[in-house]
C-alpha cells in the first residue's frame, strides 16, 4: 500500500520559500553524491502527487512539481471544478474542496510507491486529518528570517518519531515517522 509523506526542502528556520514565493536560497550550496543519492532514492519511491492549483488553474512551467522529472500523476487542489490537463505525459487531475479523495485517488494511482505532498497548506490540512505517515526534510544551511513556513498554523500537535538523520555535505537529511497527534496545546504525555 501506498505511502504519504511530506518531502520538502527547508531552511534552518523551517520556511521552503521566501516572502515571495521564491526558492532560488535553496541553491549554491555544498552537495556530496550521498546527498544527490539519497534525495534520487526518495524521488524514485515517488508515484504521485497532491498539491495546489494556481489561481488561473493552469500549469505554468515554474510550477511543475518536481521539474517535471517524475511523470507521475498529480492531483491538484482548487475551489471550483476544472477538466484534467494533460502535459508533457502527466496528467494534472483537479479536486474540489476534498483533500481526503484527492489523496486516495493519488494512493491508487501511486500504487506500491509513495504520494508526495507539496506545499504547507496541503501538508498542514493532511497532518491534522491523520493522512500523513512519513515527514522527510532536506534542510539547507541558511536562515531565512521570514518566509513561507511548512507548518505554521497547525491547529495539532503532531508526535514524530525519529528514523534517520544524515547529513554529507551542505544539507541535514531528517526523516520521522507521524506517531499521532494532540489536540492545540494540551501535555501530549
Not at 523551517?14 to 553524491?33: E, I, N, S
Not at 517535471?68 to 492531483?75: A, C, E, I, Q, S
Amino acid at each position: 500500500m501506498s505511502k504519504v509523506v511530506i518531502h520538502a526542502t527547508v531552511s534552518v528556520d523551517g520556511f521552503m520559500a521566501d516572502t515571495d514565493g521564491r526558492v532560488d536560497w535553496m541553491d549554491g550550496f555544498p552537495v556530496a553524491p550521498e546527498d544527490e543519492d539519497l534525495v534520487g532514492r526518495v524521488v524514485h519511491d515517488l508515484g504521485a502527487v497532491v498539491g495546489g492549483a494556481n489561481r488561473a488553474q493552469t500549469i505554468e512551467d515554474g510550477e511543475v512539481p518536481y521539474g517535471g522529472t517524475l511523470g507521475v500523476p498529480v492531483y491538484l487542489m482548487t475551489h471550483t471544478a476544472h477538466e484534467p490537463i494533460e502535459k508533457d505525459g502527466v496528467t494534472y487531475t483537479f479536486v474540489v474542496d476534498d483533500i481526503g479523495q484527492a489523496v486516495e485517488s493519488a494512493k491508487r494511482a501511486a500504487g506500491d510507491k509513495w504520494v508526495s505532498l507539496l506545499g504547507g497548506t496541503i501538508s498542514r490540512q493532511c497532518l491534522e486529518l491523520g493522512l500523513v505517515d512519513e515527514i522527510q526534510l532536506h534542510v539547507v544551511p541558511i536562515i531565512l528570517g521570514e518566509g513561507i513556513s511548512l507548518f505554521t498554523g497547525l491547529q495539532e500537535r503532531i508526535r514524530l518519531e525519529r528514523l534517520d538523520t544524515v547529513a554529507f555535505a551542505g544539507e541535514a537529511h531528517l526523516r520521522y515517522r507521524v506517531i499521532g497527534q494532540t489536540r492545540g496545546h494540551a501535555d501530549p504525555s
